[in-house]
C-alpha cells in the first residue's frame, strides 16, 4: 500500500483547518521563540564558536531544535511564510557551522567534553539527536527538494555507518529514534547502508552482554560528566554572575506513585525500560518508557514494509494487541506509570498517576500509520483516529502556545497547560504530525483506494479526484466524491470506525476496542461524470467501563460520542463535586455550542439527584486555567448492563 505526501491533500475541514492555521501561524513561532529563550539554539551558537556562554539544558535538547526544524519543515511545504523560511534558512546554516568535519554534532559533548564521543550510547541520547537531524533533513527536502539540510545528514548518517556498521551489540541507543530517521533517510537516497544500519540497530536491542553491569556502568560515567558539567556551571557562573539569573522552565508536575523510583530502577537494569530486555523477536508485549517503545515498534514495522518478515509482523501484532486490550487508557493514552515514563502491568492503569505523555501518543500515531500500509487491517487506522482526537489532540491547547506534556484522566490539582517545559519533547512533535496530517487521510495500491479518516479534504489518488465532507468528529454525516479522469474499475475501502455500532446510550463494558473496525469494500466501474457517496456514522452517546481487573474504576463509565472521549471539568461544573457525582445515564443529551471553546458539542447530563452536568471534549480540557477533571464518572449500577 502506498502512502500520499502531505503536501497531495488539501485539508479543507472546519475542524481541522482552524487547528493547522493556529500550528503554522502561532504554535511554530511560539516554539522557535522558547528555544531562543531557553537558550537551545545558543547551544549551537557556542558549539559553532560564535558565542560565549554556558551551554544550557538536557544532553537531549538539540533534538528540540531538529523537531521544531522538522515541523517547520512540513509546514511551509503546505503554507509558504517568508518569515518562518528565514528563520528556517538561518537555523540551517548555524547547524552546517556547528556540525564538524566529519559529521558529528552534538553540543553537549561539542561544548563540555570535545574529546569524547559515543560514551554512554545506553543514557546520553546522542544517537536518539542525530536521528531528529536526519528526520528534520529530510522533511526539508521533502518540502522543499533543497538539499542544503539533508547534504548535512547524510554526513552525519555517512559517519554512523563508519562508526557503526558491523558493530557490536551494545553499539545502540538507549532512547530509540535513530532507526526509523535512518529508514526515512533511505527511503530519500536508496543508499543500502542507511536501511542495512536501522537494521541492524534493531536487531541488535536485547543482545547486549551482562546487561545490568554495562547499564550500572554507562549509568555511573553518565552521572560523572552530569557533576562535571554542574561544576563546570558553578565556576561560569562566579565568573560571570549576571547569568546566575537564567533559568529554565519548570518540570511537569506528576502524580507518582509509591516505589515509582524503585520501578524504574529495577526496569532500568532489567533493560525493560529501554527494550533492551529481550531480542525484538520475542519482545511480544508493550514494556518500559512508551515513546522508546512507539519508535521502536515504528521502525520494525517500516523494516517489515521493506522486506517482508511475518516473524517479526506477528510480534508487532502482539504487543499492540496486549497494548490495546490491556495496557492502554480509554483515551488512548500510554504510559501508566510516571517513574517509568511507560508502561505497567496489565491492567495498571490508574487515571490519576496516567503519564500518557502526548509523546506516546504521537509515537503511536506512526506506528499504526506504518501497521495500516503493512496489513491494511482498519483497526490500526481505528486506532490512529482514536489517538489522533483524543491522547494527541489534548496536547496543543487552542491557541497553539500551551501544551500538555503528561496526559492524566483525572486531574485533582497541579496538571495544567503549560507555555513550556524543560523538556520540550511534546510541543514541536505534535506539530510536526499536525502539519503532516493530510498524509494520513488516503492510501492506495495496484486497484485500491482507501479512506482511512474522515476529515474534510481534497486530493488526485491514483488517477482518481476524490473529495470528503465529513462532519467529524461532532457529526457522523460524510459524503465522498469520487471523480476518475477516465471511466474505470476499481475499489474503494473505507473504514468503517469500531464506534459505529451502538444503539444509543448503550454501556459497553469493553472500553475502547479498535479491533471492532473493518474496512467496507466498493467495488465498482465508476464513472468520468463522477459520483457520491453518502453515510451517516452513528455518533450516539455511548457509556464504556473499564475491564473489571483495572483497579479503582468499578461502578464508573466514560462517555463518549463518535471518535470523542468526554470529562467532566471543574470549571463548567462549579455546583458539583465531579469525583463523586453519581450520573443518571438516562438523562444525557448533546448539543452544538458555537460560543464554547470555538465551538464544540457539548453533552449535557443530570446526576441522580437531579443535578445538572456538563461534559466537554477531554481534548478541550484545561483551556480556561487551572482546574479539576475527570473522564470516569460514577454511574448507577443497575443501568450497566
Ligand atoms: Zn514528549
Not at 481534548?619 to 480556561?624: G, V, Y
Amino acid at each position: 500500500m502506498h502512502e500520499l505526501p502531505a503536501r497531495q491533500v488539501r485539508i479543507n475541514d472546519s475542524f481541522w483547518s482552524p487547528r493547522l492555521r493556529v500550528n503554522a501561524t502561532n504554535a511554530i513561532f511560539h516554539q522557535w521563540k522558547q528555544l531562543e529563550a531557553t537558550r537551545c539554539i545558543d547551544n549551537f551558537r557556542i558549539a559553532a564558536g560564535e558565542k560565549d556562554g554556558f551551554r544550557e539544558g538536557w544532553f537531549f535538547a538539540d533534538s528540540d531544535a531538529y523537531k521544531w526544524l522538522d515541523a517547520a519543515s512540513r509546514i511551509v511545504a503546505l503554507h509558504p511564510d517568508p518569515e518562518l523560511a528565514s528563520l528556517m534558512d538561518a537555523f540551517i546554516s548555524l547547524i552546517a557551522r556547528a556540525q564538524m568535519e566529519d559529521g558529528y554534532i552534538f553540543t553537549y559533548n561539542q561544548i563540555h567534553f570535545p574529546d569524547q564521543r559515543w560514551v554512554n550510547l545506553q543514557v546520553e541520547h546522542e544517537l536518539y539527536c542525530h536521528g531528529h537531524l536526519i528526520e528534520a533533513g529530510v522533511s526539508h527536502f521533502e518540502a522543499t527538494g533543497r538539499r542544503d539540510l539533508l547534504d548535512l545528514c547524510i554526513k552525519a548518517a555517512d559517519l554512523l555507518v563508519r562508526d557503526f556498521l558491523n558493530a557490536s551489540n551494545d553499539k545502540t541507543c538507549g532512547h530509540e529514534e535513530i532507526e526509523l530517521a535512518l529508514i526515512r533517510l533511505y527511503r530519500v537516497t536508496r543508499k543500502q547502508d542507511y536501511l542495512e544500519l536501522a537494521r541492524q540497530f534493531v536487531e541488535r536491542r536485547g543482545r547486549i552482554p551482562f546487561l545490568p553491569v554495562h547499564l550500572l556502568r554507562q549509568f555511573n560515567s553518565f552521572n560523572k560528566r552530569k557533576a562535571y558539567v554542574s561544576e563546570l556551571r558553578k565556576e561560569y557562573i562566579e565568573g560571570h554572575p549576571e547569568h546566575a539569573s537564567f533559568q529554565l522552565p519548570g518540570d511537569n508536575y506528576t502524580k507518582k506513585p509509591c516505589f515509582s523510583r524503585v520501578r524504574w530502577y529495577l526496569d532500568y537494569l532489567r533493560g525493560r525500560y529501554a527494550q533492551q530486555h529481550a531480542p525484538i523477536r520475542k519482545q511480544t508485549a508493550p514494556v518500559g518508557h512508551s515513546v522508546r517503545f512507539g519508535y521502536l515498534e515504528t521502525a520494525i514495522a517500516m523494516l517489515c514494509r521493506e522486506k517482508p518478515d511475518d516473524a517479526l509482523l506477528s510480534t508487532l501484532e502482539q504487543a499492540w494487541e496486549r497494548m490495546v486490550t490491556k495496557r492502554m487508557y480509554i483515551t488512548g493514552g500510554l504510559g501508566a506509570v510516571p517513574g517509568l515514563e511507560g508502561f505497567g502491568d496489565d491492567y495498571e492503569l490508574d487515571p490519576e498517576y496516567a503519564y500518557a505523555e502526548t509523546c506516546a501518543s504521537l509515537a503511536s500515531l506512526f506506528w499504526n500509520w506504518e501497521m495500516s500500509l503493512l496489513t491494511r487491517n482498519a483497526r490500526y487506522s481505528d486506532l490512529f483516529e482514536w489517538q489522533l482526537y483524543n491522547a494527541t489532540n489534548v496536547g496543543m491547547g487552542q491557541h497553539g502556545d500551551t501544551y500538555l506534556y503528561n496526559n492524566p484522566l483525572t486531574v485533582h490539582h497541579g496538571v495544567t497547560r503549560q507555555g513550556w517545559y524543560v523538556v520540550p519533547c511534546c510541543p514541536s512533535n505534535l506539530s510536526r504530525t499536525f502539519a503532516d496530517l493530510g498524509k494520513y487521510i488516503y492510501s492506495h495500491d495496484d486497484n485500491d483506494i482507501w479512506i482511512h479518516q474522515y476529515i474534510s479534504s481534497e486530493a488526485t489518488v491514483d488517477g482518481v479526484k476524490i473529495r470528503i465532507e465529513s462532519g467529524f468528529p461532532w457529526s457522523g454525516k460524510v459524503k465522498i466524491h469520487v471523480k476518475p479522469e477516465v471511466q474505470k474499475e476499481f475499489t474503494i475501502q473505507l473504514r468503517k470506525p469500531s464506534w459505529n455500532i451502538a444503539s444509543p446510550k448503550v454501556i459497553t463494558e469493553s472500553g475502547y476496542d479498535p479491533r471492532l473496525a473493518e474496512y467496507e469494500t466498493i467495488s465498482g466501474n465508476w464513472s468520468a461524470e463522477g459520483e457520491t457517496l453518502e453515510f451517516n456514522f452513528d455518533m450516539s452517546i455511548q457509556l464504556r467501563r473499564a475491564h473489571p481487573k483495572v483497579r479503582g474504576l468499578a461502578g464508573k463509565v466514560t462517555v463518549t460520542c463518535g471518535p470523542l472521549v468526554y470529562c467532566l471539568e471543574s470549571v463548567d461544573n462549579p455546583d458539583v463535586d465531579i469525583f463523586t457525582a453519581q450520573l443518571d445515564p438516562d438523562s444525557l443529551k448533546d448539543e452544538f455550542i458555537p460560543d464554547l471553546l470555538c465551538g464544540c458539542v457539548l453533552i449535557h447530563g443530570k446526576t441522580t439527584d437531579g443535578k445538572s452536568l456538563k461534559f466537554i471534549p477531554y481534548f478541550l480540557w484545561a483551556n480556561r486555567g487551572e482546574s479539576r477533571m475527570t473522564v470516569w464518572v460514577n454511574c448507577k449500577q443497575e443501568n450497566a448492563g
